[in-house]
């Protein structure tokens, strides 16, 4: 089979298309036949080695961790998916391997796949669907009547925490530029912040929850629009600690663990129409630099797939 391997730490032009032999599961673990998979930056920073204390690399090391496919095989300890179930997964960053024609993956990292959306859909669910659940509601207990700030309202964790925090009855606000307005107000951000032209910390005040995607000086300021007790979570850098307790807020970062039940939820409100994931673009597995290299520009409106 074909994959996009790495052989050493390195930037993305080292990234090779090998033909590598099929992987074969093991008592717990699936062979998935990959559909689409989905671009995080997580992937990028794995590639550079800038996350090598939290996820130790073994080379050569396939890419990958989101994807979407159809089971192929599975270890008699996994037998609850058979052949031909479609399924969404999130593979285990240290192993990797979705950016292949197959992949094996633990069987608790797998959900069913959303029927009401395509397989390419449902690949760019796992990880910012993930991470932005855990950020809401494991880490910073948002609430019904509360009010969010999202950063980056566009992108990939954005534009899903945007519509889980509508579903959970509150008033979202979000930063964007303004070629992505529309688009935010149309997943539900009852009030959008053009941050090319704005600054939000002059307009906003005794905010109850903030979710920084951007990290450095948007973090910084984002101290500033809480009120009293309000919770800052990062899902990009960890919070400086010095300023949450200068305003009198807990900060948090949020390190995303891979949620078999949390997916199956996500999944859920996907066939309940009340998610949608957003794709900006689709690249063939051989472009596969090429396609980090996009994601690197920081400007994609949603998702970047990869397909095999």
Avoid at 46 to 63: A, E, R, W
Avoid at 83 to 108: H, L, N, S
Avoid at 176 to 191: E, K, M, W, Y
Wanted: proline letters at 5%; glycine letters at 8%.
């Amino acid at each position: 089979m074909k994959a996009a391997r790495l052989h050493t730490y390195s930037d993305l032009s080292n990234i090779k298309i090998e033909s590598v032999v099929k992987p074969e599961p093991g008592p717990n673990e699936v062979l998935i036949r990959v559909v689409s998979a989905s671009i995080n930056p997580l992937d990028i920073k794995l590639v550079t080695g800038s996350l090598h204390g939290f996820f130790p690399l073994s080379f050569p090391y396939t890419l990958g961790t989101d994807l979407a496919g159809i089971v192929e095989q599975s270890g008699p300890l996994a037998a609850r998916w058979r052949p031909g179930d479609k399924v969404i997964a999130r593979a285990d960053p240290r192993q990797g391997g979705a950016f292949a024609e197959y992949v094996v993956v633990p069987a608790t990292h797998i959900t069913s796949a959303p029927t009401c959306l395509t397989l390419e859909e449902g690949s760019a669910l796992p990880t910012v669907a993930g991470v932005a659940w855990q950020a809401l509601f494991d880490v910073a207990n948002l609430k019904s009547g509360q009010t969010i700030l999202i950063h980056a309202g566009a992108g990939g964790v954005g534009s899903l925490a945007i519509q889980l925090a509508r579903i959970a009855d509150t008033r979202v606000i979000a930063t964007a530029s303004s070629s992505h307005i529309n688009l935010v107000r149309q997943l539900g951000a009852d009030d959008v912040i053009d941050y090319k032209v704005e600054d939000f910390s002059d307009r906003l005040r005794d905010v109850d929850v903030v979710l920084d995607t951007v990290g450095g000086d948007t973090q910084q300021k984002s101290f500033t629009v809480l009120h009293s007790g309000g919770f800052l979570a990062s899902v990009i850098s960890p919070p400086d600690e010095a300023l949450a307790k200068a305003h009198k807020v807990t900060a948090s970062f949020v390190f995303h663990e891979t949620d078999s039940t949390r997916l199956n939820l996500i999944a859920g409100l996907c066939d309940a129409g009340s998610l949608q994931a957003v794709i900006d673009r689709k690249f063939p597995l051989a472009e596969t630099r090429a396609a980090m290299s996009y994601l690197m520009e920081g400007h994609a409106r949603g998702k970047v797939l990869l397909v095999p």
